[in-house]
Nanobody, 128 residues
């Protein structure tokens, strides 16, 4: 089992920055590929960013590419999402997710069903 707890969400203005954190416990975090997803009201959960368990590979949704950065600190068992130049359309509940097993240290996963563990989410609201 893996427990994931997100933090860092809040209410900001367009153009501001936020850094989300996801603290993991209960399993060897350093061997888990990780990802961030988000869900806006009335919409389906969508992929935001992913990182391999080795940290060498990352992948982003087109909508956040160049503005968001995913990173991980395996020593602290923590996943991060640095969000810059926030837009009102970034408003959503953000979830971190962990995969139990990976094909390799360099593999990333971008589909929700590929993840085994989920956090409870943190709300991000961007006002215009």
């Amino acid at each position: 089992q893996v427990q994931l707890v997100e933090s860092g969400g809040g209410l900001v203005q367009a153009g501001d920055s936020l850094r989300l954190s996801c603290a993991a416990s209960g399993r060897t975090f350093s061997r888990s590929a990780m990802g961030w997803f988000r869900q806006a009201p009335g919409k389906e959960r969508e992929f935001v960013a992913a990182i391999s368990w080795g940290g060498s590979n990352t992948y982003y949704a087109d909508s956040v590419k160049g503005r968001f950065t995913i990173s991980r600190d395996n020593a602290k068992s923590t996943l991060y999402l640095q969000m810059n130049s926030l837009k009102p359309e970034d408003t959503a509940v953000y979830y971190c997710a962990a995969r139990g097993e990976s094909k390799s240290s360099a593999y990333v996963y971008i589909r929700a069903h590929e993840y085994d563990y989920w956090g409870q989410g943190t709300q991000v609201t961007v006002s215009s």
